[in-house]
T-cell receptor, first 116, second 113 residues
Framework: EAGVVQSPRYKIIEKKQPVAFWCNPI?????LYWYRQNLGQGPELLIR????????DSQLPKDRFSAERLKGVDSTLKIQPAELGDSAVYLC??????????????FGQGTRLTVV | GESVGLHLPTLSVQEGDNSIINCAYS??????FIWYKQESGKGPQFIID?????DKRQGQRVTVLLNKTVKHLSLQIAATQPGDSAVYFC????????????FGAGTRLAVHP
């Protein structure tokens, strides 16, 4: 069974440029998460989807970040314009749901973003 | 890939010894906890979970202990192997409309032969 697939694996861009990340969750998983992980720190939640609805985007910097999950499957995360401080690993995860026995989140390998 | 544990506390153990990794969580209303293992250049990987109505749960070579009184979680790894070297994170979920998976600070486990 394929796991969570993210692309690209690495991205280097100049500041003020736009960038987009793509995530394909595990088939049948209703919950999808985007996390940002800075070096030496734990992942920080950016946004959580239940199917196609963003149920928690309180941590998403909405002035420059946007996300979508059309049809409740694949998701994209966009940054426009990127800033130097956005350099991090962006992780996508999915789970069956959020209740007991469903909450195990499976993570992709992440996209390593470097803004120069 | 780059290390994810450059600035994290490190636990160094000898191969074959038992390891205990500790975590303090923040929300007393959290009712579900998960331990994740993250190897360099990879996403976090599920190890074991525990519900708040339990105080202990065992898996293969791993045991999670939960002390709700002091909001403390621990992961015990028996007979630690070189392949266990990674950064370990605890994560908490609070149900009741607030089903957010929140990660705590990690600990880097270094296993020496």
């Amino acid at each position: 069974e394929a796991g969570v697939v993210q692309s690209p694996r690495y991205k280097i861009i100049e500041k003020k440029q736009p960038v987009a990340f793509w995530c394909n969750p595990i088939s049948g998983h209703n919950t999808l998460y985007w996390y940002r992980q800075n070096l030496g720190q734990g992942p920080e939640l950016l946004i959580r989807y239940e199917n196609e609805e963003a149920v928690d985007d309180s941590q998403l910097p909405k002035d420059r970040f946007s996300a979508e999950r059309l049809k409740g499957v694949d998701s994209t995360l966009k940054i426009q314009p990127a800033e130097l401080g956005d350099s991090a690993v962006y992780l996508c995860a999915s789970s069956l749901g959020t209740g007991w026995g469903q909450s195990e989140a499976f993570f992709g390998q992440g996209t390593r973003l470097t803004v120069v | 890939g780059e290390s994810v544990g450059l600035h994290l506390p490190t636990l160094s153990v000898q191969e074959g010894d038992n390891s205990i990794i500790n975590c303090a969580y923040s929300n007393s209303a959290s009712d579900y906890f998960i331990w994740y293992k993250q190897e360099s250049g990879k996403g976090p990987q599920f190890i074991i979970d525990i519900r708040s109505n339990m105080d202990k749960r065992q898996g293969q070579r791993v045991t999670v202990l939960l002390n709700k009184t002091v909001k403390h979680l621990s992961l015990q790894i028996a007979a630690t192997q070189p392949g266990d070297s990674a950064v370990y994170f605890c994560a908490e979920i609070t149900s009741g409309g607030y089903n957010k998976l929140i990660f705590g600070a990690g600990t880097r486990l270094a296993v020496h032969p």
